[in-house]
């Protein structure tokens, strides 16, 4: 006992620990910057940067990171690139890494549910304000127990550095262990170091997962039911409980005018010339849309004037959200032009497409807005602020407004 005591507590040992932690740093802050890149390149439309992402991984995943490594150390300074060995280490982890990180970041952006996006882009917001403020959020949550898998991952897999001469945890517990003999105390020593490391990894992912957890209270006993020594206190069945009050307090609501019984008469001819001299907000013609071989609109022509009401009635199936959808520029349509206040939405004055940031730019100009039939609320938001957030991050709207 004196010696594992004696071992843990070594200088030699604690400078090993220090090496382990740089290189498992190096390594997971390396491999998600490229992780990040190879997730956008995978979630990109352009195939051929998801082909060279998919090669990278393929080959990647798909070697020893022991030769990886070797390959960073060795093979480098041959074109010129010499890297200190820590370095090279640190390289060839993040380059293994990234790979898996990439994957977790494209399974967290894809998870996010497809009707949110839908509806973001509905209200206005460009691809940035969509990724940090609906997507990325709802993401991270998702990702936090495989990030936490990765990193304990990494830890490990940094005691193959001892290949290229790293003289990290595992490397110095080997030649300790040479030069005395003592096999059993040393790497008994160095297996419970990892150990903890390892259970402090464990911790920072509990700490995440309480902090984005949306149904956590905000008592910081809370945390506590993480632990698996916790308990949760027994109930005193005698212990006094507070009674209701009888009366409740005055709401201080204003009293509402009793409604009309009949509903007052429109003079329709006046209301139908009103109509003729506002302006057209919405204009559709010859719009034809179809899915494979399946035509859904065909030849739809269609003027919404100002003011006006229009119910589009019709069985399920027969194409009233896909109407809805092309207007919105949610899909796109395969002949027809459809006019926004005056201007086709999704092409710009030469007749060329908008990219997506323009085009949200241009629903938020026009006012165009729809709501869905399964209403697509964001998830992490509260209700005021599935309300309130568009109007700050769209129209710049400040938030005392915005929350009125």
């Not at 490229?34 to 992402?53: C, D, E």
């Not at 005018?257 to 429109?266: A, G, Q, W």
């Not at 395969?334 to 990219?355: A, C, E, H, M, W």
Request: glycine share 8%.
């Amino acid at each position: 006992m004196e010696l594992f005591l004696h071992y843990i507590s070594m200088p030699y040992m604690i400078q090993g620990i220090q090496v382990t932690l740089q290189v498992t740093a190096l390594g997971l802050a390396g491999g998600l910057v490229l992780g990040v890149i190879l997730a956008g390149m995978q979630l990109s439309s352009f195939r051929l940067l998801a082909s060279f992402a998919r090669v990278y991984a393929v080959i990647f995943r798909g070697t020893p990171l022991i030769l990886q490594m070797v390959f960073a150390y060795n093979a480098l300074p041959q074109i010129g690139i010499k890297l200190p060995a820590i370095l090279a280490a640190g390289l060839a982890l993040a380059c293994n890494e990234a790979p898996f990180i990439a994957e977790m970041l494209r399974a967290g952006v894809l998870g996010v549910e497809r009707g949110q996006v839908t509806a973001g882009q509905a209200l206005g917001m460009t691809p940035g304000i969509l990724m940090r403020r609906i997507i990325a959020p709802q993401a991270i949550r998702s990702m936090i127990p495989g990030f936490g898998n990765e990193a304990v991952s990494a830890l490990k897999n940094s005691s193959l550095a001892s290949v290229i001469a790293v003289q990290e945890l595992a490397l110095r517990s080997t030649q300790l262990a040479s030069s005395t003999f003592d096999f059993f105390s040393i790497f008994f020593a160095s297996g419970l170091i990892y150990l903890l490391l390892t259970a402090a990894i464990a911790v920072i992912q509990l700490l995440l997962e309480w902090k984005f957890d949306l149904d956590r209270t905000k008592k910081p006993s809370e945390l506590m039911q993480f632990l698996p020594w916790y308990r949760a206190p027994l109930v005193d069945p005698s212990a006094p409980k507070a009674d209701a009050p009888d009366i409740l307090p005055d709401a201080g609501v204003a009293e509402l005018p009793p409604p009309r019984l009949r509903p007052e008469r429109v003079d329709r001819v006046s209301r139908a010339a009103m109509l003729a001299r506002n302006n057209v907000a919405v204009e559709i013609s010859d719009l034809h849309k179809s899915y494979d071989k399946a035509m859904v609109l065909d030849g739809i022509d269609l003027t919404v004037r100002i003011g006006e009401v229009i119910a589009l009635l019709g069985p399920s199936g027969s194409g009233k959200s896909t109407l809805l959808r092309c207007i919105n520029n949610l899909e796109m349509w395969n002949g027809g032009t459809i006019k926004v206040g005056g201007r086709q939405l999704g092409y710009g004055d030469d007749g060329k497409p908008l990219s997506p940031r323009s085009l949200a730019h241009a629903r938020a100009e026009v006012g165009v807005g729809m709501v869905f039939q399964q209403f697509n609320l964001f998830a992490h938001l509260t209700a005021r602020e599935n309300i309130a957030g568009p109007l700050r991050w769209v129209h710049g709207i400040s938030r005392s407004d915005a929350d009125r």
